[in-house]
């Protein structure tokens, strides 16, 4: 059920981004990249654990800085970081970084989230230049 939550979620998101022009900003889906990151913050501090915390906060900023480079080079570089951080939901996060402040459905709505809204990025910079893919270079 997370999964598909996640996926309708991002791409309910996308689509009112698209609507109401919020992508036309290149800050969208940067933006969009470092709160999905922050979430595992949020849960670490619900989690009381400071180690977890420390932990949660250098990934997060990897993905800040991939957000970054995607506003100021290629949005190709949101898409790519959306997508990786899903994978790192699935993939790495349950098996590496213990955090007990996270719900347990979270990691699989996160990386539904993340690889939708990613894809759907990447969709929108293969077509005709406008919102995101209008200032993009690729």
Not at 51 to 80: K, N, Y
Request: glycine residues 10%.
């Amino acid at each position: 059920m997370g999964t598909l939550v996640g996926i309708v979620s991002a791409l309910l998101t996308s689509l009112l981004g698209r609507i109401a022009g919020f992508d036309r900003d290149r800050a969208f889906y940067p933006t969009i990249l470092i709160v999905v990151a922050s979430y595992y913050v949020l849960f670490a501090a619900i989690g009381g654990d400071k180690q977890t915390l420390i932990v949660e906060t250098a990934v997060m900023m990897v993905f800040v800085a991939a957000a970054v480079a995607a506003f100021r080079g290629s949005m190709w570089i949101a898409a790519a970081g959306l997508v990786g951080h899903g994978l790192f939901d699935l993939l790495v996060h349950g098996h590496m970084i213990e955090n007990t402040g996270m719900p347990a459905w979270w990691p699989a709505f996160c990386a539904a989230y993340d690889v939708a809204a990613g894809v759907f990025l990447a969709w929108l910079l293969t077509r005709a230049p406008r919102p995101a893919a209008a200032s993009t270079s690729s």
